[in-house]
């Protein structure tokens, strides 16, 4: 069946969408996704449009119900054992989402756009399942970063109804770069560490507003043509999809319409570190410094962990030893330190960057500012021949990431048996070597 051919140039946010398969360090893997495209004049359906309230949007959606960013998706509860989804045509023709019912494992298929798939029918295993999940919940996130899907209308059985699920009680966003974003993971934003951080702590919503070839520093940088001190304030990410989309006016995301982050995690200067983009150390930290006084100007309250970099490995003599020097470790240290300094908290400077204006809140503020140092978590061989993590790798980030977030901020692991990452089932029957 056809699925997506992940195949991108190193550092730049250009994808090809094929009918193939995934390649598995360059090899095949068999994945079979099914067809779920259907005629909707074949069925009775009861319908919802896009902005019914029973609809959750997570991660960042625009006002047209398309998805922006890594791994975007929505959830509902309903009724009844069937759940199709028509498609806009603004959705990415071919793109491949996850979907999954309950807690059970996720299920993949693409998507056409402007068409209607039929993902939960009475065949569907687990359809007839009643609990310990009830209502019956639907989950859909989009795998790849630089596609999306568009929302235009949710469908179950004739005479069944969808049910608002309460959100968790916690939040977590991630900002980041191709790290972040999933890239060249097996399931891409369902394969990244930064999923794997929200969805493995359980009871939390998350959302990766991280995008491939990114810089912090607002200039060109892959092909992206803004940095993260200016795109984080808007719905849209850098794609060319948004420029088709919005052209020069992108929908600034209306933090007042949604709840704020309790924490935010950031892992970002892998691309303004390479000599190719040309970003100086001053304006890296420049640019880092206005996205942390942005985010705590958006939420106040959030507490936020800076993540040190990693810029791969390099075999020396008869071992391997992390690329050095680079990765502006102190600087990133220093800057950590003077968020948490009594001259910044007395009287802390906000950040605006759709504005651009600096301001002074006039309260004193407690530390929240965080440093998570990486070193040690990746070995070299958890970094694939493209420099991004692999699978292995991405799970490590986030097993670490989460162990941080339980001692440092007393948060429970709630997670306790669905499945978070797809296909990482390996194990060995044969004891007799």
Known sequence: ????????????????????????????????????????????????????????YKGRWDSKHVSWWSAPGIKF??????????????????????????????????????????????DTPGADLTGPINPWTFELRVTNWAYGVQIDSVHVAAGEKLVKVPDYPRRIEVIGDSLAAGMYTSYEGLSSWAYGLGAGLGDTEYSITAYPGIC?????CWGNPRGQVHQWFYTSDTSYRASVIHGENPEPWDFSKHPAAD???????????????????EAYIDAYTKLI????????KAQVIVMSLWLGFYQSGNTYLPNAPGGWVKEIYDMVQWFNSDAYLR??????????????????????VHYFNTTGILQHNDIAPQWHPTDVGAIKVAS??????????GWDLAATGPEVYHETLYWNDESGY
């Open 293 to 300: 006084q942005g985010v705590h100007g958006k939420w106040p």
């Open 263 to 281: 924490i935010v995690v950031i892992n970002i200067g892998t691309n303004d570190n390479n000599e190719h983009n040309n970003v100086s150390t």
């Open 1 to 56: 069946m056809p699925s997506l051919l992940r195949l991108a140039a190193l550092g730049l946010a250009l994808v090809s969408r094929a009918a193939a398969v995934i390649l598995q360090n360059g090899q095949v893997r068999e994945t079979n996704f099914p067809n779920t495209r259907i005629d909707p004049s074949d069925y009775t359906f009861t319908t919802y449009p896009a902005n019914a309230s029973e609809i959750s």
């Open 216 to 220: 912090v520093a607002d200039q060109d």
């Open 400 to 409: 670490h990431l989460q162990q941080y977030i339980r001692i440092k901020f």
């Open 347 to 368: 009287n802390p400077t906000v950040y605006d960057g759709v504005t651009k204006k600096t301001t002074k809140t006039g309260r004193r503020a407690k530390p929240f």
């Open 77 to 122: 509860g309903y009724t009844g054992q069937t759940v199709a989804i028509t498609f806009g045509n603004l959705t990415s023709d071919g793109v491949l989402v996850g979907y999954r019912i309950g807690g059970l494992d996720w299920m993949f298929t693409n998507i056409t756009a402007g068409a209607t798939h039929l993902l939960v029918s009475p």
